[in-house]
């Protein structure tokens, strides 16, 4: 197993990939069960992964992500999508539970009714499936990075031109880019504030 300070350390966000470099369906796919291993507000796992996997797709992305190279030589792209309506997942998740009596169908109705409630709320919805996928980001690119991958989470691309263009659900609200693949040159190192600027203890 990697240590995990190793791999949080050797992060970087790299830009310049080799665009020889493949990943593997199924090499994606573990790093993304990696990621849904992400905790979540209610277990409800508030996240869509929208792979785009081959040069084909890529290319068509690209003027979406307003033409950054590394869409196109990245060994594969994913959109992290947050669910607005991740309420609905409230009997796919907690019914197996119920079934294998690790929770009481009381419990179940006590934890949907926090739920419900929360999502009659006009911000949560938004803010809930940012927070949440933001979580499964972020446990994606330390997965790859103990797997040997380079990643780089990206802001900057259309998000309604993507939705449009790969025919994305309204229930579903791209979050961010993250290119995959094999770096050709380091990504560039960055500092950090001094901690002490970023804590504060509570008295």
Same mark, same amino acid.
């Given at each position: 197993?990697?240590?995990?300070?190793?791999?949080?350390?050797?992060?970087?966000?790299?830009?310049v990939y080799d665009p020889n470099a493949h990943i593997s369906q199924e090499e994606l796919t573990e790093l993304l069960e990696m990621a849904g291993r992400a905790p979540s507000?209610?277990?409800?796992?508030?996240?869509?992964?929208?792979?785009?996997?081959?040069?084909?797709?890529?290319?068509?992305?690209?003027?979406?992500?307003?033409?950054?190279?590394?869409?196109?030589?990245?060994?594969?792209?994913?959109?992290?999508?947050?669910?607005?309506?991740?309420?609905?997942?409230?009997?796919?998740?907690?019914?197996?539970?119920?079934?294998?009596?690790?929770?009481?169908?009381?419990?179940?109705?006590?934890?949907?009714?926090?739920?419900?409630?929360?999502?009659?709320?006009?911000?949560?919805?938004?803010?809930?499936?940012?927070? /949440?996928? =933001?979580?499964? $980001?972020?446990? @994606?690119?330390?997965?790859? %990075?103990?797997?040997?991958?380079?990643?780089?989470?990206? #802001?900057?691309? /259309?998000? =309604?031109?993507? $939705?449009?263009? @790969?025919?994305?659900?309204? %229930?579903?609200?791209?979050?961010?880019?993250?290119?995959? #693949?094999k770096k050709l040159q380091d990504g560039r190192p960055t500092d950090r504030l001094p901690i002490e600027t970023l804590v504060t203890y509570a008295k």
């Amino acid at each position: 197993m990697s240590d995990f300070f190793d791999v949080a350390l050797s992060r970087r966000s790299v830009k310049v990939y080799d665009p020889n470099a493949h990943i593997s369906q199924e090499e994606l796919t573990e790093l993304l069960e990696m990621a849904g291993r992400a905790p979540s507000a209610w277990n409800l796992q508030q996240w869509h992964f929208l792979v785009f996997h081959g040069k084909e797709v890529q290319k068509k992305l690209l003027p979406i992500a307003y033409n950054q190279q590394q869409i196109a030589d990245a060994s594969a792209v994913i959109c992290i999508l947050g669910d607005l309506e991740a309420n609905l997942n409230i009997d796919p998740v907690f019914d197996p539970q119920v079934e294998t009596n690790e929770i009481t169908p009381e419990l179940k109705e006590i934890l949907a009714g926090q739920i419900n409630g929360a999502y009659k709320r006009a911000e949560y919805p938004r803010d809930g499936a940012i927070l /949440n996928s =933001s979580l499964a $980001a972020m446990q @994606f690119m330390l997965a790859a %990075r103990a797997k040997g991958y380079d990643t780089c989470p990206m #802001g900057g691309f /259309n998000a =309604s031109g993507l $939705a449009d263009e @790969f025919n994305v659900s309204k %229930r579903y609200l791209p979050t961010m880019l993250i290119t995959i #693949g094999k770096k050709l040159q380091d990504g560039r190192p960055t500092d950090r504030l001094p901690i002490e600027t970023l804590v504060t203890y509570a008295k």
